[in-house]
Structures are given as C-alpha cells and as structure tokens.
C-alpha cells in the first residue's frame, strides 16, 4: 500500500518555465489537498478537491491551477513560475467519511527551487 | 476564520524531562484539532486529534493532548521525552464540515542528552 506519492521529489525550474506537480493516492479517498511549507508559515492550503472533477481555492491559491480527472490524482500547475514560489509542496487525501473517523494522510512532499 | 496559534517557535528540553507544546485556536463553532510531528525531511504524521468526547486525547508515541474550551486551547503533553522525539510539531484546526485545516506556524522541539 503505497499511500500518498508525489512526483517529483525535487525541481529546480527558471523564473517564468512551467511544470506540474503529480499527487497520487491509492486510497480511494474523496478529499485532496495541496499545501506549500515555508519556514516560519506553517502549512498554508493552496487548493483543494472534494471529489473527482471538483476544485477549490485554498488561503494561497494565486499563481496555481489544479485539476481532479480522475479521482486517485491531483495535479498541481505552475504556469509561469516565480522565485516567490519556491516552497516545499506537501498533498494530502483523507476519505471524506465520518469526520470523527477521518484522518488527512500526507506525500512524502517536494522541494521546488524557483530561479 | 479559523486560526492557530503556536507561541513557541522553539523549544529545548532534556532527555527525560517532561514536554508541553502550546497551541491557541480561534474558531466560532466546536473544532477539531489535530497535533501532528513532522521530521526533517518526511511529511506530516498524525499524533492524535479531538473530534467531540473526552477533553483528554491519547495518541501515538506516549503523547497526550488536553482540549479547554475556556481558554480555546489544546497542549501536547509527553511526560518523558526521548531524543527521537526531536522534530517539529504542528497544531491544527479543522471547520467547515472539516473540508479544509488551518495549521498553526510550527514548535521545533531540541532534545539534548
């Protein structure tokens, strides 16, 4: 059981390049999340999904996009990178079931360098 | 909003000795709230949270949590501290139908021997 997975680990990109970074989970779970780590931030939610097809903006949603096609993947997009952005990217999936029984499970998380 | 607040930034205790992390919500409604330990390097793992019940919370590894809702907040407790447990320790609240958690800033814990 794999869990959660993120591709890549690492990624260093050149101001204004793009990529897209690949959560997957084989959990069957509903909810997906995206979060950037930032020493002295915490974690800060970018977007997220209730479902397969579904999106929604986070507290720091600006400069990504996502998508949710099928419902085991959660793309994270950088159209046009900035140094701002460079950042430690953590996904995460949780079932969506009764919340007393619920629990978010995290990727392993990559490291971006923005140039 | 929801917030978290985390005051200590860093914390050093010595092996054996006893451990509390502060953790200060806001949020209108019952919350949830989670502790969770992440090590240099790795995700996040779960150390226990508070749904409903009990205020006292028992979770992996000998920690502990204590929700007072009168003060709006829920420490982590561990009586014995060991120098595996050296890593940083995140709060956090969940709303909204628990659609979305707001993390606090972060306690790095040193442990020295």
């Known amino acids: 059981n794999a869990g959660v997975t993120q591709t890549p680990k690492f990624r260093v990109l050149k101001t204004g390049q793009s990529m897209t970074l690949l959560c997957a989970q084989d959990?069957?779970?509903?909810?997906m999340y995206w979060y950037r780590q930032d020493p002295g931030m915490g974690l800060r939610l970018i977007h997220y999904?209730?479902?397969?097809?579904?999106?929604a903006k986070g507290e720091v949603p600006d400069g990504y996009n996502v998508s949710r096609l099928k419902k085991q993947n959660f793309l994270l997009g950088l159209e046009s990178a900035a140094p701002s952005q460079t950042s430690v990217y953590f996904c995460?999936?949780?079932?969506?079931?009764?919340?007393?029984?619920?629990?978010?499970?995290f990727g392993p998380g990559t490291r971006l360098t923005v140039l | 909003a929801q917030s978290v607040t985390q005051p200590d930034i860093h914390i050093t205790v010595s092996e054996g000795a006893s451990l509390e992390l502060r953790c200060n919500y806001s949020?209108?409604?019952?919350?949830?709230l989670f502790w969770y330990v992440q090590s240099p390097g790795q995700g996040l793992q779960l150390l226990l949270k508070?749904?409903?019940?009990?205020?006292l919370v028992q979770g992996i590894k000998g920690f502990e949590a204590e929700f007072k809702r009168s003060q709006s907040s829920f420490n982590l407790r561990k009586p014995s501290v060991h120098w595996s447990d050296a890593a940083e320790y995140f709060c956090?609240?969940?709303?909204?139908?628990?659609?979305?958690?707001?993390f606090g800033t972060g306690t790095k814990l040193q442990v020295i021997p």
């Open positions: 508070y749904f409903s019940g009990d205020t």
């Open positions: 999904s209730v479902g397969e097809g579904t999106t």
């Open positions: 956090a609240v969940g709303s909204g139908g628990y659609q979305k958690v707001t």
């Open positions: 959990m069957n779970h509903e909810y």
């Open positions: 949020y209108g409604a019952t919350p949830y």
């Open positions: 995460a999936s949780r079932s969506g079931l009764a919340a007393s029984a619920d629990t978010q499970y």
